[in-house]
């Protein structure tokens, strides 16, 4: 969408003759570079340097392994799915800054580390969809699977979690065991709204 206000823009001016053709591919090219961001696993925010240590000691990080799949963007935000495919993916829901100036940005857990830990029911497993909805809930399908390009493990059910995107605390869990069989490959997640506002 932003992206095709950019172009508007830009043909709007060529037609006021405000720019000639160079000046409108140096403006595009600017724009496209000011709203372009490398996302890397290697380029997480580790509270400390001792825990990315730790991390790396014991096997659970392998920067390769962490890929960013899926985005959601709100205000100069984007939230980030990394699902565990392979071991060593330290989370795998993340938030970026996307603030001008800054090209390489760090991937922060969303929203914090304890709601990462592999194994912990009550925690994210592996997010593979979101869903930010009109009211700022940020909707995340957690498959309960990991490694499942390598040899799948189920640690917890499946659940949708919503997260407040403002404050950043989980409003529900929707635990999905009883709507999926053991072969389900959940993949996708859309949420709309009722009209007495009971979101589905």
């Given amino acids: 969408m932003l992206l095709r206000i950019v172009k508007f823009l830009l043909v709007l001016a060529l037609a006021v003759g405000q720019l000639d053709a160079k000046g409108c591919t140096d403006l595009s090219a600017q724009i496209l570079n000011d709203l372009s961001f ?9 509270p400390c340097q001792s825990t990315k240590n730790i991390y790396l000691q014991s096997n659970r990080y392998t920067p390769k392994n962490v890929i960013v799949t899926r985005a959601q963007i709100h205000r100069d935000e984007a939230f980030v799915t990394l699902p565990r495919l392979k071991p060593g993916v330290p989370f795998t829901l993340g938030k970026i800054s996307m603030r001008r100036g800054q090209c390489m940005t760090k991937i922060t857990p969303y ?19 979101i ?5 700022d809930i940020l909707w995340a399908l957690d498959t ?3 490694n499942t390009l390598e040899q799948p493990v ?9 997260i407040n995107v403002r404050s950043g605390r989980v409003v529900q869990s929707i635990d999905l065991s009883g709507l999926v069989v ?4 959940l993949q996708h997640l859309v949420v709309e709204y009722d009209e007495s506002g009971h979101a589905f």
């Fill in 144 to 146: 309960g699977l990991v």
């Fill in 131 to 135: 869903y930010l909805d009109s009211n």
């Fill in 154 to 162: 189920r640690r917890c059910a499946p659940k949708i979690v919503g």
């Fill in 38 to 46: 490398q996302m890397s696993g290697s380029n997480l925010d580790w």
């Fill in 111 to 129: 929203p914090c580390w304890s709601l990462q830990e592999e194994g912990n029911c009550q925690a994210l497993q592996s997010v593979v969809d």
């Fill in 182 to 185: 053991p072969n389900s490959r």
